[in-house]
């Protein structure tokens, strides 16, 4: 089971960057799909980008695509979220995630969680 522990949530204003970070534990890494997810209060979880294991494929929500990036570096075990032009409703805890095959195409797939980390963006 790989072990994953998230970091660079934090406050920022409308309109600001934040880069977050997914550590993640395994001698198996690049064969894993890793993804983003994000959890408002009061709603539910939901899928926000994923990258394949080799970093062929990229897949974004919608409702983030031209503003964040994921890319991923196999040789640190790491995972990144390049968020840009923040918004308010952007507002969420963030989980890294950890897809059970290599591809990332499927949010259903993904099986391995971390513990979250905060990103408020103030109006």
């Known amino acids: 089971q790989v072990q994953l522990v998230e970091s660079g949530g934090g406050l920022v204003q409308a309109g600001g960057s934040l880069r977050l970070s997914c550590a993640a534990s395994?001698?198996?890494?690049?064969?894993?799909?890793m993804g983003w997810f994000r959890q408002a209060p009061g709603k539910e979880r939901e899928f926000v980008a994923a990258i394949s294991g080799s970093s062929t494929s990229t897949y974004y929500a919608d409702s983030v695509k031209g503003r964040f990036t994921i890319s991923r570096n196999n040789a640190k075990n790491t995972v990144y979220l390049q968020m840009n032009s923040l918004k308010p409703e952007d507002t969420a805890v963030y989980y890294c995630?950890?897809?059970?095959?290599?591809?990332?195409?499927?949010?259903?797939?993904?099986?391995?969680w971390g513990q979250g980390t905060q990103v408020t963006v103030s109006s």
């Open positions: 995630a950890a897809d059970r095959g290599p591809y990332g195409g499927d949010p259903r797939s993904f099986g391995s």
């Open positions: 395994g001698r198996t890494f690049s064969s894993n799909a």
